[in-house]
């Protein structure tokens, strides 16, 4: 009976995941039809679902030559004794599984736009920074020495240096765009355009921080990282498509990375993304809307990482505070992040997942509308 009840579990993943692809296909496929009446120019036929369909066959091939070096190397998954008492199960898979999709992503993207949009380019670099950042955390967690990897302040550091440089990069550089001059964020009607000035960099170094870490704490059951990061790429791929195309491809083809990914880290995941894989998608979705304004359709398709990071702070803030009043911590939810919590409240992992994925398949075509009407 327990087999049985694993083999339904594993089934229910693949179904999942199949949900997902089909989603993602019929919403690129629509938006590549009508992608004429949107950006008001000719586009190549399969604008956004070749970059997409490139990069899945390109990282799930990656996955089966990778994924087995990874388990050689003895490179597992650290798993933190306070979580839940089901997890210990994992503690031998293998992780740092960004090392094979997120340079697919990239590559797949700047190769499609010829190496020529200087949007790509600096959304790329960002990307491979974070993930290098991330690798390094992944890499320290491997030594017993350093088993919590990076401290908390030196990886927010290193994460704000690179989001300050690439406002600084944003600032001095010459953006294609349909506006006549920078730091505008676009939204909707009737609010318009809203000129920030210099508090544009400051919007751009903190979605740098807030993304990439939001992404790296929502990876906590298998495919909820991957698959909510794919429908958030897809979202903001549409709200920035009249602004600058070239990045739709790049959104497109980071969530064709994730859904290549996602084949070998559904349930039961035999590959974890790792800080390498959480910190690099972070930094992607910050630089795409950093480039073109889109912050307000980014924070709505990133809604699940939202919330899981406002659970964290949530519980943190609740526990101060009770303690410092009562004498007592005490906790506003069972665990955090809000994954955690409904897990202990009796929910299995692909159900979780499964309501995510509809929750962000909801917020992203919201986000795309949004950015839309407001370009």
Request: charged share 10%.
């Amino acid at each position: 009976m327990g087999r049985a009840r694993k083999r339904h579990r594993i089934k229910l993943g693949l179904f999942i995941n199949l949900g997902l692809i089909s989603f993602l296909t019929l919403l690129l496929l629509f938006v590549d039809w009508c992608a004429w009446k949107i950006v008001r120019l000719p586009l190549a036929p399969f604008y956004l679902t070749q970059p997409f369909f490139i990069s899945v066959i390109l990282a799930s091939c990656a996955g089966y030559i990778c994924v087995p070096f990874l388990r050689s190397l003895k490179i597992r998954q650290i798993i933190r004794e306070e979580g839940p008492a089901r997890h210990s199960r994992k503690r031998r898979t293998p992780t740092m599984g960004g090392v094979f999709f997120i340079p697919i992503g990239v590559a797949v993207a700047n190769a499609i736009t010829g190496f020529s949009s200087i949007e790509v380019s600096g959304a790329s670099l960002a990307t491979l920074a974070f993930a290098v950042i991330g690798l390094i955390d992944d890499i320290l967690c491997l030594i017993k020495s350093h088993t919590s990897g990076l401290s908390a302040w030196t990886r927010l550091i290193l994460e704000v240096a690179v989001g300050s440089w690439f406002s600084f990069w944003l600032d001095a550089t010459s953006l294609s765009s349909p506006y006549g001059m920078k730091m505008l964020v676009p939204l909707p009607a009737p609010l318009g355009l809203l000129f920030l000035g210099k508090f544009y960099l400051l919007l751009t170094s903190f979605t740098f921080v807030s993304m990439g870490n939001g992404i790296n704490l929502t990876d906590g059951l298998d495919g909820l990282a991957g698959g909510t990061a794919a429908l958030a790429f897809i979202g903001m791929s549409i709200a920035v498509l009249p602004i600058c195309p070239e990045l739709s491809i790049f959104g497109a083809s980071m969530a064709g990375a994730c859904i290549g990914f996602l084949l070998h880290n559904r349930y039961r995941a035999s590959v974890f993304m790792g800080d390498t894989g959480s910190l690099a998608l972070g930094g992607a979705l910050a630089a795409m809307a950093a480039c073109t304004g889109m912050f307000f359709p980014l924070f709505v398709s990133s809604g699940i990482f939202v919330v899981e990071a406002s659970s964290v702070i949530m519980q943190v803030l609740y526990f101060r505070t009770t303690k410092h009043l009562q004498g007592a911590g005490r906790r506003l939810f069972r665990m955090a992040p809000f994954h955690h919590h409904l897990e202990l409240c009796g929910l299995k992992e692909p159900v979780i997942v499964a309501g995510a994925y509809v929750i962000s398949s909801l917020l992203a075509l919201f986000a795309g509308y949004v950015g839309l009407v407001a370009a």
